[in-house]
């Protein structure tokens, strides 16, 4: 069965850091771009960060680029983001969300369960 | 960026309608546009791609159309497990972005 599996959620105080993961199975997850969207509480979508299949491509939003960062590691079926210097606004579900393609973020057609990262003091 | 409107935000509907719901790009966004579910509490799912093309797995009375700037999602009939919130998303430039939602319930 395919399935994404999140962790690494949790409170944080501003300013602080977090890493969320997201364990793959069921695929061949080096063939795949990954994604990690997010939804803030009541609210739509955000797309905030692509990494390709190599991890050798990576993409942001721009609300958090310079503070997130994307990697793989295809030997581990894992997919992480680190987050520094969380603000109120970066509060959320964080979903990883697995890619159509290779390469660049494309259509999402498998989701984790997501996982909540709340920012506050 | 890419602006992603969607019609209308909410919407009513008896068991058996056709329910249809639009999607409108700030841009040209050729045929690179999705279409998700999401039920309350679960992560969303994907239904269409490419504007047309269905998910396996997604029932056929689901199905997408369009190109260029101008979306449009068709619910042929409505079905109590469609309650959920609707989502387009383009990924024709970066970021990729998703419209607002479009909220189905039943009346």
């Known amino acids: 069965e395919v399935q994404l599996l999140e962790s690494g959620g949790g409170l944080v105080q501003p300013g602080g850091s977090l890493r969320l993961s997201c364990a793959a199975s069921?695929?061949?997850?080096?063939?795949?771009?990954m994604s990690w969207v997010r939804q803030a509480p009541g609210k739509g979508l955000e797309w905030v960060s692509a990494i390709s299949g190599s991890g050798g491509s990576t993409y942001y939003a721009d609300s958090v680029k310079g503070r997130f960062t994307i990697s793989r590691d295809n030997s581990k079926n894992t997919l992480y983001l680190q987050m520094n210097s969380l603000r109120a606004e970066d509060t959320a579900v964080y979903y990883c969300a697995k890619d159509h393609h290779l390469i660049a973020p494309s259509a999402f057609d498998i989701w984790g369960q997501g996982t909540m990262v709340t920012v506050s003091s | 960026d890419i602006q992603m409107t969607q019609s209308p935000s909410s919407l009513s509907a008896s068991v058996g309608d056709r329910v249809t719901i639009t999607c409108q790009a700030s841009?040209?966004?050729?045929?690179?546009l999705n279409w998700y579910q999401q039920k309350p509490g679960k992560a969303p799912k994907l239904l269409i791609y490419d504007a047309s093309n269905l998910e396996t797995g997604v029932p056929s009375r689901f199905s997408g159309s369009g190109s260029g700037t101008d979306f449009t999602f068709t619910i042929s009939s409505l079905q109590p497990e469609d309650i959920a919130t609707y989502y387009c998303q383009q990924y024709d430039n970066l970021p990729r972005t998703f419209g607002p939602g479009t909220k189905v319930d039943i009346k």
């Open positions: 069921g695929f061949t997850f080096s063939s795949y771009a």
């Open positions: 841009q040209d966004i050729s045929n690179y």
